[in-house]
C-alpha cells in the first residue's frame, strides 16, 4: 500500500502510525511543533523529564500497554488512587490502600438513594464488559438518547453532584457536571473503575524510542503545520498543504488519516468541507493549565497524597507527582473557576502561588522552600465532548463520506484517555485497510 499521512503526532497520531506500520504501511507524520506528544508532552526540570499532560496508565490499558511493549523495554510504577476532599468542613479521603468498606460507605453517604440509582446501572455495565467504557456504545447510546437532553448535574442530587461527579468530570473533561452529558460519562466511568501506574522513565524515553523507530517505515515531519486538506484535482486522494520553517509545500496522498483534536480538524476542513466543520466545532474542549513544582522537602505523607478542591477554586486537584515522589506536586486548575480566573496570559508565578495559599492548611507547604517549576496553559485541554454525542458522529460521518481517503480519529472518537485514544486509532486504521468508510 502507499504512503499514508497520519496528521497530528499527539498519542492519537502515534497510536495511529503504529498501528499502520504494524500492518506493513509506511507513514509520513505530521506535527507541528518541534517534537512529538502533544498533550502527552515532557520538560525538563531539575535534571529529570517530567510528564505535564497525560501520564497515568490503567492496568486495563491493553492496547497502550501493548505498544509500549513493542517499543522497548520500559517498566511501570505504581501510581495507586489516592484523594482526599473537604465536605461538611472535615477532610475525607478514599485511598486504594484503605479498607475497600470504608471506601463504599463514603461512597454511598455521598451518592445518596438518588445517586446510587442512576449510576448503578451505568457502573455495572462497565464492570461486565469494558468495552462499553467508551464513546458511542450500544449500551451508553442507549443511555444517551433517554437522558442527554438534561445535563450531569440534572441527573444527580447536589451533594452527589458536587463530590462524586466533579471530581471526575472537572479531572477528566476540564468541564463541570452541567457541561457534561450522561450519555459520555460512561468513558469516565472506566477510568473511575481502573487503578494506574505510570512509566518509571516517563513518556519521554517512550517517545524518543518510537521516533528512533527501527522499522524504516516511519517519516516524522516535526514542525510542519498542515494549513489545509483538499481533494485532489485528478479525483481520489487528498492534497495536504503545509508550512515549515515559513516556507509552503503540498503533498497528495491517496489515503490520509488526521488524528487532531475536533476543534483543530474542523480548521483544516474550513475551506472544502464547511459543513463538517460546523459539526466538529460543536465538539467541547476546554483549557487546562498544570504546574509542576519541586520542594526542598516532602510535601506529602504516603497515606494522603492528592487533594481535589470544589467548584470556588481554580485549583481542581493537587496531588504528588508519583507515590515516591512526595516533595513533587502536580498542580491542575481546571473547570469554571480557573477559566474565570487564568488565561494564556497568566504568569505562572502568580497561578502557583495562589495554589500554593489553597494547599497551605493540608499540606507541608508553609516551611517548605520551592526550588523549581514548569507551568503550561493547554488549549485545547481536555474533551467534554457533545450531548448525544453518537448522533454528532453518524452526522460527521455522513459529511465526510464525500471526501474519498479522509479517514478520521482523535480524542472525540472513542474518549479522550490515551487507551481510548489507541481504540480509536485502531479502529480507524482497520477502516482504512478495509476501504470501509471513515
Ligand atoms: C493535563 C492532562 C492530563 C491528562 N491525564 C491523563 C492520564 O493520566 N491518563 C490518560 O489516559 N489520559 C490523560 N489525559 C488525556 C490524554 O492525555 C489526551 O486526551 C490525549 O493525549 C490526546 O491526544 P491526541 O493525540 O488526541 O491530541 P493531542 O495530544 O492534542 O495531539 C494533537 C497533535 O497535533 C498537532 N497539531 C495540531 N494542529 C496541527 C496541524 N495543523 N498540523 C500538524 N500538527 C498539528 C499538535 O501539535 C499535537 O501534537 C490527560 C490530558 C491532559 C490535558
Not at 272 to 291: N, T
Not at 296 to 321: C, I, W
Not at 391 to 406: H, I, M, N, T, V
Request: proline share 4%; glycine share 10%.
Amino acid at each position: 500500500m502507499s504512503r499514508v499521512a497520519v496528521i497530528g503526532g499527539g498519542i492519537s497520531g502515534i497510536a495511529t502510525a503504529y498501528y499502520l506500520n504494524k500492518a506493513g504501511i509506511p507513514v509520513d507524520l505530521y506535527e507541528a511543533a518541534p517534537a512529538i506528544g502533544g498533550r502527552i508532552g515532557s520538560e525538563r526540570m531539575d535534571g529529570r523529564w517530567v510528564d505535564f499532560g497525560g501520564k497515568n496508565i490503567g492496568r486495563k490499558y491493553r492496547r497502550f500497554r501493548g505498544f509500549v511493549r513493542d517499543t522497548g523495554d520500559f517498566p511501570f510504577e505504581y501510581f495507586g488512587f489516592n484523594t482526599s476532599q473537604v465536605i461538611d468542613g472535615k477532610v475525607v479521603s478514599m485511598t486504594k490502600e484503605s479498607r475497600q468498606l470504608s471506601n463504599l460507605f463514603g461512597f454511598l453517604k455521598l451518592a445518596g438513594l438518588r445517586g446510587v440509582s442512576v449510576l448503578y446501572p451505568w457502573v455495572r455495565a462497565v464492570m461486565k464488559d469494558n468495552s462499553q467504557g467508551m464513546l458511542r456504545t450500544p449500551f451508553f447510546n442507549d443511555v444517551s438518547q433517554k437522558l442527554d437532553h438534561l445535563s450531569l448535574a440534572d441527573c444527580f442530587p447536589p451533594r452527589c453532584a458536587n463530590h462524586l461527579i466533579r471530581p471526575v468530570t472537572v479531572r477528566m473533561n476540564g468541564a463541570e457536571p452541567d457541561e457534561c452529558y450522561p450519555g459520555n460519562f460512561g468513558s469516565n466511568l472506566a477510568l473511575v473503575l481502573d487503578s494506574y501506574e505510570q512509566l518509571k522513565g516517563g513518556m519521554h524515553q517512550l517517545l524518543e524510542a518510537f521516533a528512533a523507530d527501527r522499522s524504516g517505515l516511519l517519516a516524522i515531519r516535526t514542525g510542519h503545520r498542515v494549513e489545509r486538506l483538499s481533494r485532489c484535482d485528478r479525483g481520489g486522494g487528498v492534497d495536504v498543504a503545509y508550512t515549515c520553517n515559513g516556507s509552503g509545500g503540498s503533498v497528495s496522498y491517496d489515503r490520509v488519516i488526521t488524528a487532531l483534536p475536533a476543534v483543530q480538524l474542523s480548521a483544516l476542513l474550513g475551506g472544502s468541507l464547511p459543513e463538517a466543520a460546523e459539526i466538529l466545532d460543536r465538539v467541547r474542549y476546554y483549557p487546562v493549565s498544570v504546574a509542576i513544582a519541586a520542594y526542598r522537602d516532602n510535601v506529602f505523607r504516603k497515606e494522603q497524597r492528592a487533594m481535589v478542591f470544589d467548584g470556588t477554586s481554580p485549583l481542581s486537584n493537587a496531588g504528588a507527582y508519583g507515590i515516591l515522589d512526595l516533595d513533587l506536586v502536580r498542580y491542575t486548575f481546571s473547570g469554571k473557576a480557573a477559566r474565570a480566573q487564568i488565561n494564556p496570559e497568566s504568569k505562572a508565578e502568580d497561578v502557583i502561588f495562589q495554589a500554593e495559599k489553597k494547599v497551605l492548611p493540608f499540606f507541608s507547604i508553609a516551611e517548605n522552600i520551592r526550588t523549581s517549576m514548569i507551568y503550561k496553559y493547554l488549549s485545547p485541554g481536555l474533551c467534554a465532548y457533545s450531548p448525544f454525542h453518537f448522533r454528532l458522529f453518524s452526522e460527521l460521518q455522513d459529511k465526510l463520506a464525500s471526501f474519498s481517503g479522509l479517514y478520521v480519529t482523535g480524542d472525540f472518537r472513542r474518549g479522550a484517555s490515551i487507551e481510548a485514544c489507541f481504540a480509536a486509532a485502531e479502529e480507524s486504521v482497520k477502516h482504512l485497510m478495509t476501504g470501509e468508510l471513515f
